[in-house]
């Protein structure tokens, strides 16, 4: 069955701590995306990578780290340098670069104590 | 900064009826294309429209793109309370620094009510 893994679902953590969400795709997708959802808003490009070993910053990357080592795995890392990291992360992947639909994993929620 | 608008922020009708969703966006575009959202879950594809594409039918879908006025709009038919959800548009960069880049835009809720 191909698809996206995004895990933890839900996650908690206090302030000044790191926190690495997991997202994961079979799809064999070039690919991969970084968005950040905020109660009743849209999504906001975080990250996106369209080859192994590269990466381009969204709209909003100042706080977020990144790394793309292979195909399959495009983890996200939210620092302590994010000022406002509660919010609903979605993960999302497609064939090539661009002109493609993209498919998405269920969501990572973050939450800040 | 975000590239697609989308009016109404909400819209709420009655089984049976159709609902229009309207996408403005500002910079020149691959295609545009449409997405669902039910509450607290990930997104899901609905239709694709390229720029050389001026109408596109899907099931109970309808999209429009008018790329002189940078605008498309969904329209669904026969609407049914399962269609309640959120929709995004999105829009693919031509080319250049934005080549690859797919922008959502704030997305319209829609309430159908049986």
């Known amino acids: 069955d191909g698809g996206i893994t995004q895990s933890p679902k839900y996650l908690f953590r206090k302030e000044g701590q790191n926190v690495t969400l997991s997202c994961e795709q079979n799809?064999?997708?070039?690919?991969m995306y970084w968005y950040r959802q905020d109660p009743g808003q849209g999504l906001r490009l975080i990250y996106y990578?369209?080859?192994?070993?590269?990466?381009q910053k969204g709209d909003i990357a100042e706080g977020y780290s990144v790394s793309r080592e292979k195909k399959e795995s495009f983890p996200l890392t939210v620092t302590s340098a994010q000022k406002n990291p509660t919010a609903f992360y979605l993960c999302?992947?497609?064939?090539?670069?661009?002109?493609?639909?993209?498919?998405f994993g269920e969501g990572s929620r973050l939450t800040v104590l | 900064s975000q590239q697609g608008e989308e009016d109404p922020q909400a819209l709420s009708i009655q089984e049976g009826e159709n609902a229009t969703m309207n996408c403005s966006y500002k910079t020149s575009i691959n295609n545009l294309q449409w997405y669902r959202q039910n509450s607290g879950r990930g997104l899901v594809h609905l239709i694709l429209?390229?720029?050389?594409?001026r109408e596109k039918h899907s099931g109970r879908l309808r999209v429009t793109l008018d790329t002189s006025k940078k605008s498309s709009s969904l329209l669904i038919t026969a609407s049914r309370a399962a269609d309640t959800a959120s929709y995004f548009c999105a829009t693919d960069g031509a080319g250049g620094t934005s080549y690859g880049k797919l922008t959502f835009g704030q997305g319209t809720i829609l309430t159908v009510h049986p």
């Open positions: 799809l064999n997708h070039d690919a």
């Open positions: 999302a992947s497609r064939a090539r670069g661009a002109g493609g639909e993209l498919f």
């Open positions: 990578s369209q080859i192994v070993n590269d990466f």
């Open positions: 429209i390229r720029s050389n594409e």
